[in-house]
Nanobody, 116 residues
């Protein structure tokens, strides 16, 4: 199994930046993709960004050009750099890891609130 622990959320004003971190442990050698999802109040959870073991990335249209997903293999950590934050980015952000044959794990979530 894979365990995930997120950190880095907070309360910020529009326009500033935040970086989320997701540290993976356990059967990390089986991970073939990691991603960030978010869920705002009253809305469904949605994909924000994903990075594969080969380094390919994909982003939701709403965050392209503002968010960057990256990874540090030595630290078994994936990051989400969020720039030019907007109030509509307010949500609980979850880290996800896909591993093995159709398995996935979720972190506990970290709150990001963007408000003036």
């Amino acid at each position: 199994q894979v365990q995930l622990v997120e950190s880095g959320g907070g309360f910020v004003q529009p326009g500033v930046s935040l970086r989320l971190s997701c540290a993976a442990s356990g059967s990390i050698f089986r991970i073939h993709a990691m991603g960030w999802y978010r869920q705002a109040p009253g809305k469904q959870r949605e994909l924000v960004a994903v990075i594969t073991s080969g380094g390919s990335t994909n982003y939701a249209d709403s965050v392209k050009g503002r968010f960057t997903i990256s990874r540090d293999n030595a630290k078994n950590t994936v990051y989400l750099q969020m720039n030019s934050l907007k109030p509509e980015d307010t949500a609980v952000y979850y880290c996800n890891a896909e591993y093995g044959l159709g398995s996935d794990s979720w972190g506990q979530g970290t709150q990001v609130t963007v408000s003036s």
